[in-house]
């Protein structure tokens, strides 16, 4: 299983972003998907998660400002971040799960992309 994140970088606050992660070597449509980041000196931060379904759940931190979607055809999981403030800056990571419900535990998740990062200037 591989996961690779792409389309982070530098944005001023206000701004947008939005990441994807490829995903290969899985069965695509079998596993949940989800977002997390990690700033300097901080806990990974569960953001959003897809289920099988297309059923999503949000962090209180980004609900309303980030929007998770997946292309299942192109095996390829989206973050689009609006309004961004410069406490989003972090590593952001995705995720995987084999089969069932969205989840922001990190726990829960079974592989892990390598990051990419975000900035946020004010």
């Known amino acids: 299983v591989q996961l690779v994140e792409s389309g982070g970088g530098s944005v001023q606050a206000g701004g947008s972003l939005r990441l994807s992660c490829a995903g290969s070597?899985?069965?695509?449509?079998?596993?949940?998907m989800g977002w997390f980041r990690q700033a300097p000196g901080k806990e990974r931060e569960g953001l959003a998660s897809?289920?099988?379904?297309?059923?999503?759940i949000y962090a209180d931190s980004v609900n309303g400002r980030f929007t998770v979607s997946k292309d299942s055809a192109k095996k390829t999981l989206y973050l689009q971040m609006n309004r961004l403030k410069p406490e989003d800056t972090a590593m952001y990571y995705c995720?995987?799960?084999?089969?069932?419900?969205?989840?922001?535990?990190?726990?829960?998740?079974?592989?892990w992309g390598q990051g990419t990062q975000v900035t946020v200037s004010s």
């Open positions: 897809i289920n099988t379904y297309r059923g999503t």
């Open positions: 995720a995987a799960k084999y089969a069932g419900y969205a989840t922001l535990r990190s726990a829960d998740y079974d592989y």
């Open positions: 070597g899985y069965t695509y449509s079998r596993y949940s």
